[in-house]
């Protein structure tokens, strides 16, 4: 009893401390979502665990920090995947199959474009720093995928979701998690595998397999979708959604595939039923409260201390990638046929890095000593959460500040757009 008491103060104050981070972040006007990654850090055994209260209040009354700190339990860790997987829920349904089919041009030209500038720069800064292919496969993935998580809850927050710029962000997400899924069968194959190409092929043929199955319960399940949740009950409704949505997002887990592709697949499904503002209005609340607890799980399990030895690579990768990702996605917006205003509120949204590198630095983390080896494994994990925490921080203040940055930057824009298109003189 006393140690299942403590477990529920744990959890009392960890949403407490979530629940005082947005209230701060309410108060000054600011994304909830770095506040919470912080909160999380701060009371994380990295921070307030190494706080020596005894000696610093010069009594032994006093308990040590590590007696305070918070750390990993199974209810935060399921809370963050609960998390992942409603907001990758809520992303697919904003985007049924119908209207990725009729955006697959658009979606396959900026996903491209975000592909090659993005994972081009990360490949070669991964060269460049480890001289060989797969911590340099590493580091690209770690660069360039975007938030969904973030950029999802970020779109919702800042009322962008029924906005021009949504598509293309959205677009660009849904190629983006697309892609990554069979980038993790790879990476894990390669990394926990010591290079096995032939155990690669057979776990990239099942996220394939699962991904194309995937599809079809989305083209052919609308009708099955549509009677499970034709029901007078709220709370029906609730625990149907939610079984149908975990259920199958911890099969995917199960066999090598991302759980929040899963998700998004799902929802998509519902998207195509008559039940879609029910499902939003019914399971907002549950959302934004496993989110919150996934952005704290990422401060939680942030050694700042790590960043000490890559704060170099960190900068540099920063320089490198922030504009590529602007430049990626501001030529999305113009695939979208979207104005220079727009297109740059593109390129800003999609900034956001975040769960998917994490991912990445832990399967790097699990190889070392394997398929990598073990400086290079702590160098890639302590690189991408370092970059993860300052890329989540600086792309939602980015979106934050979307319109003051418009306003500063869109004219000039403007004017070269207008000097370009004048025929040139004699």
């Known amino acids: 009893m006393a140690v299942e008491s403590t477990a529920l103060i744990d959890v009392g104050v960890l949403f407490a401390a979530v629940a005082l981070a947005g209230l701060l972040a309410n108060r000054i006007g600011q994304s909830v979502i770095p506040f919470y990654i912080v909160i999380g850090m701060a009371l994380s055994p990295y921070v307030l665990g190494r706080i020596d209260f005894p000696a610093l209040l010069g009594t032994?009354?006093?308990?040590?920090?590590?007696?305070?700190?918070?750390?990993?339990?199974?209810?935060?860790?399921?809370?963050?995947?609960?998390?992942?997987?409603?907001?990758?829920?809520?992303?697919?349904?904003?985007f049924n199959l119908d209207r990725l089919i009729a955006a697959k041009e658009r979606i396959g030209k900026?996903?491209?474009?975000?592909?090659?500038?993005?994972?081009?720069?990360?490949?070669?800064?991964?060269?460049?720093?480890?001289?060989?292919?797969?911590?340099?496969?590493?580091?690209?993935?770690?660069?360039?995928?975007?938030?969904?998580?973030?950029?999802?809850?970020?779109?919702?927050?800042?009322?962008?979701?029924?906005?021009?710029?949504?598509?293309?962000?959205?677009?660009?997400?849904?190629?983006?998690?697309?892609?990554?899924?069979?980038?993790?069968?790879i990476a894990s194959a390669l990394v926990l595998g010591g290079g096995d190409v032939v155990e690669a092929a057979g776990q990239i043929g099942i996220a394939i397999a699962f991904i194309l199955i995937l599809l079809l319960l989305v083209y052919l399940g609308t009708a099955w979708f549509q009677r499970s949740l034709e029901i007078d009950s709220h709370e029906f409704v609730v625990l149907r959604a939610l079984g149908i949505t975990v259920l199958i997002s911890g099969a995917a887990l199960a066999l090598g595939v991302s759980e929040a592709v899963a998700a998004f697949f799902v929802g998509m499904a519902f998207s195509s039923t008559g039940h879609v503002?029910?499902?939003?209005?019914?399971?907002?609340?549950?959302?934004?409260?496993?989110?919150?607890?996934?952005?704290?799980w990422i401060g939680l399990i942030t050694d700042p201390t790590l960043f000490l030895d890559v704060l170099g690579l960190i900068a540099i990768a920063v320089l490198l990638t922030a504009p590529s990702k602007l430049l990626s996605g501001y030529i999305g917006g113009r695939v979208y046929d979207l104005d220079e205003r727009r297109s740059l509120r593109v390129g800003l949204g999609m900034t956001t890095r975040g769960e998917f590198s994490l991912i990445i630095a832990s399967i790097a983390l699990a190889g070392a000593g394997v398929g990598l080896a073990q400086g290079t494994a702590e160098t890639i994990y302590a690189f991408a959460v370092g970059y993860v925490l300052f890329m989540s921080i600086l792309g939602t203040t980015l979106m934050q500040y979307a319109t003051r940055i418009e306003d500063a930057v869109v004219p000039q824009l403007e004017t070269r757009s207008e000097a370009a298109s004048q025929p040139s003189g004699d």
């Open 60 to 94: 032994d009354l006093a308990p040590h920090g590590a007696e305070l700190a918070l750390v990993e339990t199974d209810f935060i860790h399921l809370g963050a995947e609960l998390g992942i997987v409603l907001l990758l829920f809520f992303l697919g349904l904003e």
């Open 110 to 185: 900026a996903g491209t474009w975000d592909l090659l500038i993005n994972f081009g720069i990360g490949l070669a800064l991964g060269y460049a720093i480890f001289g060989s292919f797969l911590p340099a496969f590493l580091t690209a993935g770690v660069v360039y995928i975007s938030s969904s998580a973030i950029i999802t809850k970020s779109l919702i927050d800042l009322g962008w979701i029924a906005n021009d710029e949504a598509d293309p962000m959205l677009g660009t997400l849904v190629y983006e998690d697309l892609f990554i899924a069979v980038y993790l069968a």
């Open 277 to 296: 503002h029910e499902l939003e209005n019914l399971l907002e609340p549950l959302r934004d409260t496993f989110a919150a607890i996934f952005f704290f």
